[in-house]
């Protein structure tokens, strides 16, 4: 995997006792128990090459809730990788390239490169909005339709 070099706002993955935890002064702070990972995927958005753009997603498996962490984060390597041989999968990675927003599904295999989000421009109808809009584009996120259905189905 290609990356910019680590920078300390990114913050630090690490996995310990069964527990996937996250710091950083930039993105917060949480803990996710292996156990309540359904899915796991990346996105993309435009806004580098000098803040983070790159992030891991660890969706639960109830509520189309989810963490995040900087792919830029201290120690993201070794706890994908120590991810990976628990859920057996191989956790890699990959939109290094991509210069838009874009995601995709790693785990699980079943999903794998499908769309983990889709992105739609937040607008509005009043004049201030649509300025708005045009000088600082906001994007919402919301779980791709596989991502949801295989959701609904695991309940």
């Known amino acids: 995997m290609s990356r910019h070099t680590t ?22 702070s ?16 435009d806004a580098g090459p000098y803040i983070d753009d790159w992030f ?6 109830v509520g189309h809730r989810w963490h995040e962490s900087s792919v830029y984060a201290e120690g993201t390597d070794a706890a994908l990788a120590e ?14 390239q991509a ?20 992105f739609s421009k937040q607008g ?3 004049l201030l909005q649509m300025l708005r ?3 600082t584009p906001r994007v919402e996120r919301r779980l791709g339709a596989k991502v949801r259905e295989y959701l609904h189905r695991r309940r």
């Open 7 to 28: 920078r300390p706002d990114s913050g630090v993955l690490w996995l310990r006792d069964g527990v996937l935890r996250y710091r950083s002064p930039e993105h917060g």
């Open 30 to 45: 949480w803990n996710l128990r292996l156990h309540d990972i359904a899915v796991i995927g990346e996105y993309k958005t």
């Open 56 to 61: 891991m997603v660890f969706v639960h498996p």
């Open 83 to 96: 991810l990976g041989r628990a859920v057996g999968a191989d956790l890699k990675p990959g939109l290094d």
């Open 99 to 118: 210069t838009g927003f874009t995601s995709r599904v790693l785990w699980p295999v079943s999903l794998r490169e499908a769309g983990l989000f889709k």
């Open 124 to 126: 509005g109808l009043y």
């Open 133 to 135: 809009q045009w000088f």
